[in-house]
Nanobody, 115 residues
Framework: QVTLVESGGGSVQPGGSLTLSCTAS????????MGWYRQAPGSQRELVAR???????TYTNSAKGRFTISRDSARNTVYLQMNSLKPEDTAVYYC?????????WGQGTQVTVSS
């Protein structure tokens, strides 16, 4: 059974910080990219950041300079450090691991940025 378990969401004021974590179990994911998506109410799910097995990263424009994605291969865990949070960052954040045969998703963790 493959599972992605996310944690670290919550409520924060504008300008604050949060760190999301996603741990993969049941499969060896170090060969694959791991990423974070988010979905705000009434909006499509969008890619926020992705980290490849090489360590290379990519970010959506709105996340550049504020968010940092990293991974701990020994723990099959990916992190998303989010700084300078804005109200428009409010969304459910999902961990994602695409493989050649499956596309795995976490259950989602809510991030709310509000004063």
């Amino acid at each position: 059974q493959v599972t992605l378990v996310e944690s670290g969401g919550g409520s924060v004021q504008p300008g604050g910080s949060l760190t999301l974590s996603c741990t993969a179990s049941g499969r060896f994911f170090n060969s694959y990219a791991m990423g974070w998506y988010r979905q705000a109410p009434g909006s499509q799910r969008e890619l926020v950041a992705r980290i490849f097995s090489s360590g290379a990263t990519t970010y959506t424009n709105s996340a550049k300079g504020r968010f940092t994605i990293s991974r701990d291969s020994a723990r099959n865990t990916v992190y998303l450090q989010m700084n300078s949070l804005k109200p428009e960052d409010t969304a459910v954040y999902y961990c994602n691991v695409p493989t050649p045969t499956d596309n795995y998703w976490g259950q989602g963790t809510q991030v709310t940025v509000s004063s």
